[in-house]
């Protein structure tokens, strides 16, 4: 068989309610464009029966399908890395697995990609989310817009297409944090946006949690920009000018009115504020270093408990 004209790179964790789903709608669109694709998806750790779903998608459709299953949960974005390193088409697709992101567009996406786009990008009409989501993830984009040079209209948008340059950039890379579409963009040198429909979830709930979204786009903002350790330099060089005149401000007051002890709340208000700031900017701080801490530990970042492939396809 010929290599696949088209990948498209599915990360699942804990999807088993939703697979029979995708795969209903997934591989007629895939049909439909009548070219030689593969689909990889990856399990993620999953919990449930996800894996044993995807050994009997693999059974059913070995022609097309190669299943990684991967020992732990490594967070989406990582497994996305997992699936594109064993991508073999010229075209490469990612997508989410809970159908937010409709497998009939994959080939609107596609006839981007052929157009001869190297990184095409997705807007989510209609976003389907809940109010705090959307609320949050505009402040998040607008913050990125400003912080790094990366110009995208909607980050979140999984539904994407990729060159192959783009992906043998990206297999080339060893971070162990990342955010897919942000590293793609930097190495994409045609890029372009298409609207995509976006629906509700399918079945299940959001993989996400609060604490893991924040943990995403604390990926996204060190690993991408250098702005929020150098705010917190600019921010103390205000504060320690601001803080000079005061004391200048208090001496004169010494001489002039003598020794006085007003004001100890307005201190406490200010004391307490200061250290706010302090210990938060001891935390981005933080951030940079604890994924510089686990960069130089060079532990493998996922490890595959299992590859399914037939290998005459
Ligand atoms: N996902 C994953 N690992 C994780 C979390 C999510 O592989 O740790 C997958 C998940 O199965 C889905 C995609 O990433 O295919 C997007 O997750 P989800 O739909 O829960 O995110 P949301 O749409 O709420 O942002
Ligand atoms: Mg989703």
Known sequence: M????????????????GLPLLCARLFPALDALRRPYEVIFIDDGSRDGSAAALR???AKRRDVVRVLLLRFNVGQHLAILAGLERTRGRHVVTLDADLQNPPEEIGRVVAELDAGHDFVGTVRQLRQDVWWRRTASN???????????????DQGCMLRGY?????????????????????????????????????????????YSLYKLIRLNFDL??????????????????????????????????????????????????????IGVLLFGLGIV?????????????????????????DRS
């Open 139 to 153: 402040l998040i984009n607008a913050i990125r817009d400003r912080i790094t040079d990366i110009r995208i209209t």
């Open 2 to 17: 010929s290599a696949p004209d088209i990948s498209v790179v599915i990360p699942i964790f804990n999807e088993e309610q």
């Open 221 to 274: 903002m060190t690993g991408f920009s250098l702005v929020p350790l150098q705010l917190v330099s600019l921010f103390g060089l205000l504060v320690s000018m601001i803080s000079l005149g005061f004391v200048a401000y208090l001496a004169v007051r010494r001489i002039v009115m003598g020794p006085e002890a007003e004001g100890l709340f307005t201190l406490f208000g200010i004391v307490t504020f200061l």
């Open 56 to 58: 009997a998608i693999f």
């Open 286 to 310: 933080g951030e940079y270093i604890g994924r510089i801490y686990q960069q130089v530990r060079r532990r493998p970042r996922y490890l595959v408990l299992e590859s399914l492939q037939d």
């Open 163 to 207: 060159g192959r340059n783009v992906v043998d950039a990206m297999n080339a890379c060893e971070e162990v944090s990342t955010f897919v579409p942000a590293l793609a963009y930097g190495f994409a040198t045609r890029r372009t946006e298409i609207p995509v429909a976006h629906e509700e979830r399918a079945a299940g709930e959001t993989k």
